[in-house]
């Protein structure tokens, strides 16, 4: 089982950047594809981006790409979302997960942490 915090969430002007950051531990984080996932309030929650084991390839929801990136340093047990020109819509808690692949990745095989919120304002 793989224990996951995300921090570095805040508010944030449209149009501005934040970096989340996700600590893992557990021996096996290197072997998981990992993934960013996010819930706006009233709403399900939905995929982002997800990242494979080696950090080879990446996939993002349409409505990020080219504005967010997702990257891993696997020597630190560390997932990231760098998260640019920032949109109102983008207003929620992300949270970070993991799975054996990219599919079971996007709903989160682990259980779900705290999350960071994320607020843009318009």
């Known amino acids: 089982q793989v224990q996951l915090v995300e921090s570095g969430g805040g508010l944030v002007q449209a149009g501005g950047s934040l970096r989340l950051s996700c600590a893992a531990s557990g021996r096996t984080f290197s072997s998981y594809v990992m993934s960013w996932c996010r819930q706006a309030p009233g709403k399900e929650r939905e995929f982002v981006a997800c990242?494979?084991?080696?950090?080879?390839?990446?996939y993002y929801t349409d409505s990020v790409k080219g504005r967010f990136s997702i990257s891993r340093d696997n020597s630190k047990n560390m997932v990231y979302l760098e998260m640019n020109s920032l949109q109102p819509e983008d207003t929620a808690v992300y949270y970070c997960?993991?799975?054996?692949?990219?599919?079971?990745?996007?709903?989160?095989?682990?259980?779900w942490g705290q999350g960071t919120q994320v607020t843009v304002s318009s």
């Open positions: 997960n993991y799975g054996r692949t990219v599919i079971s990745a996007r709903r989160g095989e682990g259980s």
């Open positions: 990242i494979t084991a080696t950090g080879a390839n990446t």
